[in-house]
């Protein structure tokens, strides 16, 4: 969102903000809107540097440290942004937390944790940003999902329950503001594997170290999709051919790849070095560490998307696609009458 009329900066909140995607969004904010920044996470350290990174890009940032599976924390913390920093303009509800492991050796406590942080966090996240955006008729929420909001894959059945969960709630939402008449607009973004610090600190059960699921790109792709969602929001953005492909793949083709993901699921996400230790990762409490918005993945990890740019850029590719088709007509247009010049 660029500066109004008054040149005041857009007010954005960024739940998730200490590391990963979060810490990237904030980033892309700070540097294209010089944006003021409301980082809400668990771990206030981390955050207190993605705030420091925030200023040096040009942006304002406060810091407001709590857990996204306590509602009442949430709503008093929109309340202090909005005192502090001024009306929110853009809700980005990003938290999540997972756990890696067979559904036969999670716990209930762990499947309502995962639940409730991946999910019910971007509930009353949304629900926090309403209550200020609808007597206002104006603002946009950002809702980070995933391809595996379409598509559950084995050992991550908590965390695509989830984002399941988060895809079904968004388009109720979008119904319901349709139907009012709101103004307020509502985006999901479904990305695809990236490489964050969550396959150091996830909770993991698995014999060898966790990774996503190839191709891998960097937070930074996910931010530029997030950043381009708040101010067009269209209904869903999908993120990377690897998402577009596993849409199309659970639509067209869902017990093949029932198969295929029995097959290649649990070999795809462990790297060939063993776990250390069953450890708790960070599902209950902040895992202390010099986590950024990168993981251990960089050697793998791309930086673009041709996918997410034709996305975002239908009018460019479109374009491009006419003068191609131009091109390859006149070409063969130009083949045919040299093969008939010659047979003449």
């Known amino acids: 969102m660029p500066r109004d009329t008054k040149g005041r900066r857009p007010t954005i909140v960024v739940t998730g903000a ?53 509602a009442s924390a949430v709503d008093d913390a929109a309340a202090e942004v909005e005192q502090q920093l001024g009306p929110v303009d853009i809700w980005v509800n990003n938290a999540m937390v997972s756990v890696f492991s067979p559904i036969r050796r999670i716990s209930p406590e762990e499947f309502k944790r995962v639940t409730e942080v991946t999910y019910l966090g971007q509930v009353y996240g949304t629900l926090a ?4 955006m609808l007597p206002r008729d104006r603002g946009t929420i950002v809702l980070v999902g995933s391809a595996l909001a379409f598509r559950g894959i084995p050992l991550q059945a908590p965390y695509c329950a989830a984002k399941h969960a988060v895809k079904g709630f968004a388009d109720s939402l979008r119904a319901e503001l349709l ?27 698995l014999k060898n170290q966790a990774q996503p699921v190839p191709p891998i790109f960097q937070p930074e792709v996910a931010a530029r999709a997030i950043c381009w969602a708040s101010l067009h929001p269209r209904p869903e ?25 029995a ?82």
């Open 18 to 70: 200490s590391a990963g995607v979060g810490r990237a969004t904030a980033r892309m904010f700070a540097k294209k809107q010089g944006a003021r920044l409301a980082l809400l996470a668990r771990d206030e350290r981390r955050l207190k540097k993605t705030a420091d990174e925030v200023r040096v890009l040009g942006g304002e940032a406060m810091v407001l440290p709590l857990d996204v599976a306590n």
């Open 129 to 132: 940003a309403l209550r200020r």
């Open 179 to 205: 139907h009012d008449g709101s103004r307020v607009k509502v985006s999901s973004v479904h990305l695809p594997a990236l490489n964050t610090p969550q396959f150091d600190w996830v909770k993991s059960r």
């Open 237 to 261: 953005l999908l993120v990377g051919g690897s998402t577009l492909r596993a849409v199309l793949a659970s639509k067209l083709l869902p017990r093949v790849v029932d198969y295929y993901l």
């Open 263 to 344: 097959k290649t699921g649990y070999r795809s996400q462990q790297t060939d070095e063993p776990e250390t230790e069953q450890r708790e990762g960070n599902l209950w409490e902040p895992v202390p560490g010099p986590y950024a918005a990168h993981g251990r993945f960089d050697a793998r990890a791309t930086s673009f998307s041709p996918q997410l740019w034709m996305n975002t850029h239908r009018t460019s590719t479109a374009a491009i696609g006419v003068a191609l088709g131009a091109a390859a007509y006149a070409l063969a247009s130009r083949t045919r009458h040299d093969r008939n010049g010659v047979a003449r």
